[in-house]
């Protein structure tokens, strides 16, 4: 009975809690009964997982048997995973990373091939975009760091996926494409304009046009990512730099988080001058502050309440 369920929500295209179809719509749906049981898929655990630790976070991309490829409504769940950590005050930092070897290959090409042949095919791919626009911005405007921890592929949407974080690190052995003109489509999950800001445009050119694949190190050089680790220290680094963000002043983070975008997106130099007067106001009238200077008086660590 459990195994015919998660059929179901496989052929329906979504995840295995979902409610069920009938037997019937799924027939229709798939034509012939080789056909499903080729595309079977059993999922025994969601496919966006989170989990909390310590006012930390973690949301795992979990679809490890196809490099965590962006299929079902593993948009929507993780644009809902991100949106309940951006207002969970509890949370002072996000992890992001994939399953088993691959951080993410992408969105699921054997569904994209699908919807190109079905009726209403442009409608569905139309809805996986809106998907992907709210978790994008759901992580720029949580007020809180989010940090991609990138081991094997980071392809198309994954690589993108990757560049909306705001702080990014890898395994050596971690490989990036912008595969999207492989396959004669556009780059999405704001690519063009995260890539742009961080690469110069000629090699944002080169990355988007040609869709080669480099390593870890490359990125680290072209200023991708922030750093990159032993595949064996991958998660505890992660982890570590995660505590440390953690650890930091909330309030304060979360204004030069919003600083730092404003200045990317076209802000002048005035504008930047009134909001760092504003937001340092803000950040002294806090407990936070007081316990910041009053640590600093007492030579020890300051422990943020972030209030």
Request: charged share 25%; net charge positive.
């Amino acid at each position: 009975m459990h195994n015919m369920i998660r059929v179901v929500c496989y052929l329906q295209g979504r995840t295995p809690y979902a409610p069920r179809l009938s037997a019937v719509k799924m027939y229709n749906r798939h034509r012939t009964l080789n056909k499903i049981e080729s595309d079977w898929e059993i999922m025994d655990e969601p496919l966006i997982q989170v989990t909390h630790k310590r006012c930390i976070t973690t949301i795992t991309i979990n679809r490890p048997a196809k490099r965590n490829a962006l299929g079902y409504n593993m948009r929507r769940d993780l644009a809902e995973a991100m949106e309940q950590a951006g207002r969970d005050e509890r949370v002072r930092v996000v992890v992001l990373r994939g399953a088993g070897t691959a951080f993410c290959a992408g969105g699921d090409m054997s569904r994209v091939r699908e919807m190109m042949d079905e009726r209403l095919g442009a409608d569905e791919f139309t809805r996986t975009l809106g998907a992907a626009r709210r978790v994008v911005l759901a992580m720029r405007s949580m007020p809180k760091p989010v940090l991609a921890s990138i081991s094997g592929i980071a392809a198309g949407s994954g690589f993108n996926l990757a560049l909306a974080c705001d702080m990014r690190v890898a395994a050596e052995s971690a490989q990036f494409t912008q595969s999207f003109v492989r396959y004669g489509l556009h780059p999405e999950w704001g690519g063009t304009f995260f890539l742009p800001r961080i690469v110069p445009p000629n090699i944002a050119c080169e990355l988007f046009f040609l869709g080669d694949t480099f390593d870890a190190k490359e990125a680290y050089r072209l200023g991708i990512i922030n750093r990159v680790f032993p595949d064996e220290m991958l998660e505890e680094e992660t982890y570590k730099l995660a505590e440390r963000l953690r650890d930091a002043a909330p309030v304060a983070v979360a204004a030069v988080k919003q600083a730092v975008y404003h200045s990317t997106n076209g802000a002048n130099l005035e504008d930047m001058l009134q909001y760092e007067t504003d937001a340092q106001r803000r950040c002294f009238g806090t407990q936070d502050a007081r316990e910041g200077v009053r640590a600093y008086a007492e030579k020890r660590l300051p422990r943020f309440s972030g209030k």
